[in-house]
């Protein structure tokens, strides 16, 4: 079983779409995460979610917003798409949201394409 | 501030030498350090990390890294490369407050025949 999977693997959308990435764990994680990672490879983190809390919000187009339902699932709606959003996603989840992130399982990335 | 610096973003070697991948971190706080690897059109793998106790830090297929405090590194090293092992290697530090990483730009290791 995939211990972290995203939904759609690849997305291919028009400027100004609203679309969703789906992401679910079955490790019994606590925590959860959004990444992005450029065209130059460069992973930085969007947001995290403890026990359903938003605990990061980084510096993200309000058009971004994650929704955690429960503890295993944390989705990411992003509205009016961009070319600048174009970029593969990365969900990732650990156990542990305060204190020491000791190690987080990646889910395999979605890559989302805006034409 | 947390940061990692990983030198040299591209690094070749002939299969059965040794790999070195250099990472150098800043932190304010005890830093707990991780190594994944990426091979092309996936997730990352998590390969090895620190986090306290022993300095050596052995990992999944062979790798290992060792925390120098005084030098503020953890590079990877690997005795013998072998094909397989080709892929974007990240370092990466926890946050300050512990809840997120902060990753490297990443080193793409190439492996020759």
Redesign the interface.
């Known amino acids: 079983d995939t211990a ?1 999977s995203q939904t759609p693997k690849y997305l291919v959308t028009q400027m100004g779409n609203d679309k969703s990435i789906k992401c679910e764990q079955n490790l019994g994680h606590d ?1 959860m ?1 959004w990444y992005k990672q450029d065209s ?6 969007m947001f ?1 979610y ?1 026990n359903k809390e938003l ?2 919000n980084e510096t993200v187009p309000n058009r971004f917003s994650p929704k955690s339902p429960d503890k295993a699932h944390l989705n990411l709606h992003i509205n009016s798409l961009e070319l600048g959003d174009s970029a593969v996603y ?1 969900c ?1 989840s650990s156990q542990g ?13 979605t890559r989302l394409t805006v034409t | 501030a947390q940061s990692v610096t990983q030198l040299g973003s591209h690094v070749s070697v002939s299969e059965g030498a040794l790999v070195l991948l250099r990472c150098n971190y800043s932190s304010s706080v005890p830093p707990y350090l991780f190594w994944y690897v990426q091979y092309p059109n996936q997730g990352l793998q998590l390969l090895l990390k620190y986090t306290t106790g022993a300095t050596l830090v052995k990992g999944i297929n062979g790798f290992e890294a060792e925390f120098k405090k005084s030098e503020t590194s953890f590079h990877l090293t690997k005795p013998s490369a072998h094909m397989s092992d080709a892929a974007e290697y990240f370092c990466a530090v926890n946050n300050q407050a512990g809840t997120a990483l902060i990753f490297g730009k990443g080193t793409t290791l190439s492996v020759s025949s």
């Open positions: 972290v925590t995460y130059k490879k460069f992973l930085k983190i995290s403890n605990i990061i990365f990732a949201g305060s204190g020491r992130a000791i190690g987080q399982y990646f889910g395999p990335g």
